[in-house]
């Protein structure tokens, strides 16, 4: 059960984008798994890739394709994520953007890849062929709900979200789909996010924008720790509406819409955690620096007492303060560390604060959405990281999936 | 059930080293829980702390007392950790060693004190003082099976080691006992060692050996990645023996021995880590350096997609490629990394071995001790890493433990 998310109603269609969506059966049956996703010529097309070493074939790909400019489409299929699957797998994203040119026109390189699933197995790219001319046949500005399906894999729910964003010139659309279950999935490779705008964006701009709202959103997200070999988030900005997004207001507007559309897709990704029963906010203030700050939120998220105790309702702070103190903060002065769980003050001066009861701290841990803030007393620089508990079906699907 | 690990069924006596014993209700009932250990005046102790910033009051006034010499005593309790609890636990830590003095003479710094279990609660120092009479009265050369069963608090079997060595000069011991479950147990903080020997060690000799044992030992083993606020090793040397640990190749026996008495000790605290199923020793070789070697051994060490497919006997070579992926080995070149699983080749130019089967995956997987070696191709370091796998038991232990 995904805490406090449902299912988008409607997504707004985008001018200049269209979607076409089949079942090529690359894994799944009786669903689709392949989306098609054509963005207008001379769109701007800005994109954020995963840091791991061993990064799957698709992202090498798209990688260099977005490097040669010019794109047009985007390939993205479900059930498999063509990593681990050496030279062959560079080949068989490189010959499914080639299917795409050869039903559509124009060049491999202006398609970029995109795969999520299975980790280790070869693509069924005659699947992918096969599947091509019902794609391109389907082609339509309003489907962006079949595509926000056929992406998922083991997603409870589809995640999306649109927004208006009324600028200078006139009113842009911003629509973005999502999938993933924040690194949480065995094998499934694993957050892949896909924002269109309509709005006339400069490419180093939306490359910008792009940076700090997935920043502030899709790298403030942490299931376990694990991060995957396949996440990529784009940035289409067509240009069909004529409304430039140029002048510094309109800029913050549109920067403003962006962090909100990909906070709601991050956060969506926790709260789609299979196993995850609580969602958590991580407010950590107080920091020498930034680094500091996040390198403690990341050591709380990441801590498997804390995230069980947050499980149990239990308000352990002793599990929440030893993570803050094994954080790696030097000179770190204990007794000037304050932590609140909602309203609730639970710790001060390296210690239980004095007005602390078990019962007001199992209160607030007992709810499905949990803020703790952590204040380091050490300056003023800050870090938020959303998380999620660790529960018995966290072992379960972990351990599970593949018997 | 620990993996691969019983009692021992005797530990050799230590010249110069005497223990007490007794049942002082800290929280456990009707068990010993309050440990005596007197050494010879002019031992040398050396001791290793946990580098956690939020350290117990313990472990604060040990490193006091430890700095100002002449140690004669250590006092441990288990039930109760001292940690969490501002200036009173410092009070309290200080309290008990002073109720030593006041019954065995000498000064209350040449006490160190010892906690171990539940953070946050102060420690019944009353409970201490009340105890003290009965644990100088009972001093004695041959309970250190008791005192090992008396530091325990959720470990399920007692762990403890002896070994003779013999030097240029004679024949010495070295009897070691710890106790703790790898940072898997929740609140209990955690893992104490205390090791004497008769030898004549110089004091400086004696810290030196003993973090180098710790390096490659205690510190080489998660559960995890928790690090607790009252892990503490100490050693001493009393000298009863008269023989001296001086020329090379006696500090290389006695040192070796050293070695092998605390990877002892550190293996069982792994093995015995409820909820584990699987004991596995990550080999990492190849590295630039041995910071990147570590840094990769501790990625995949503390991926719970590894350990949760570890615990499924699934051989998921995709999941232990992310982790290392994802370690921060700059310009790490994954068509260089082989991996092997025992003598399985599960891994190599990036993907997987062309030889390599399911079946063989599997069988190799279903073995209680698990060797994996992670070959990274970049240079001559290597690292070592003790693990183990998570299980649902980890989640309920730790989740259930207060309620």
Not at 19 to 42: N, Q, T
Not at 112 to 135: K, N, Q
Not at 320 to 342: N, Q
Request: proline residues 4%; glycine residues 10%.
């Amino acid at each position: 059960m995904p805490i406090n998310l449902t299912e988008p109603t409607e997504l707004l269609p985008v001018p200049g984008v269209r979607l076409g969506v089949a079942a090529a059966g690359i894994r799944y049956r009786d669903r689709a798994d392949l989306v098609l996703m054509e963005v207008a010529v001379r769109s701007n097309v800005a994109a954020v890739f995963t840091q791991n070493a061993f990064c799957a074939a698709p992202v090498i790909v798209a990688r260099e394709h977005l490097a040669a400019g010019g794109v047009r489409y985007l390939l993205i299929n479900s059930g498999n994520a063509n990593a681990g699957t050496g030279d062959r797998g560079l080949k068989d994203a490189r010959a499914s953007c080639a299917h795409v040119a050869e039903i559509l026109g124009g060049q491999a390189e202006q398609v970029l890849p995109f795969s999520t699933g299975v980790i280790g197995e070869h693509l069924p790219v005659p699947r992918v062929r096969e599947a091509m001319p019902g794609l391109a046949a389907g082609l339509a500005a309003d489907n962006w709900m079949d595509a926000m399906r056929a992406i998922m894999t083991t997603d409870t729910v589809g995640k999306g979200i649109s927004r208006r964003v009324t600028l200078s010139g006139g009113t842009v659309t911003l629509t973005g789909i999502a999938k993933g279950s924040g690194m949480i999935r065995p094998d499934m490779a694993t957050m892949l996010a896909f924002l269109a705008t309509d709005a006339v964006v400069p490419a180093g701009d939306l490359q910008e924008m792009l940076n700090a709202a997935v920043e502030e959103s899709f790298n403030c997200i942490t299931v376990d720790g694990d991060t995957s070999t396949n996440d990529a988030c784009v940035l289409a900005a067509t240009g069909a509406s004529g409304v430039r997004v140029a002048e510094d207001d309109d800029r913050r507007r549109f920067a403003a819409a962006l962090q909100a559309v990909c906070d709601f897709l991050a956060q969506a990704i926790v709260r789609d955690g299979e196993g995850a029963t609580k969602f958590i906010t991580l407010h950590v203030t107080g920091g020498q620096t930034p680094d500091e700050a996040r390198r403690v939120a990341d050591a709380v998220a990441h801590s498997p007492l804390v995230k069980t105790a947050l499980f149990a309702s239990d308000p352990n702070w002793g599990r929440i303060l030893a993570a803050v103190g094994r954080a790696g903060v030097a000179g770190l002065d204990v007794s000037r560390v304050r932590i609140e769980i909602g309203d609730v003050l639970i710790v001060e001066g390296g210690g239980r604060a004095a007005a602390y009861t078990e019962e007001a701290g199992r209160q607030v841990m007992d709810q499905a959405e949990i803020p703790i803030y952590i204040h380091l007393g050490r300056g003023r620089s800050e870090a938020r990281v959303y998380t999620c508990d660790l529960s018995y079906d966290y072992v379960r699907i972990n351990a599970e999936y593949r018997s």
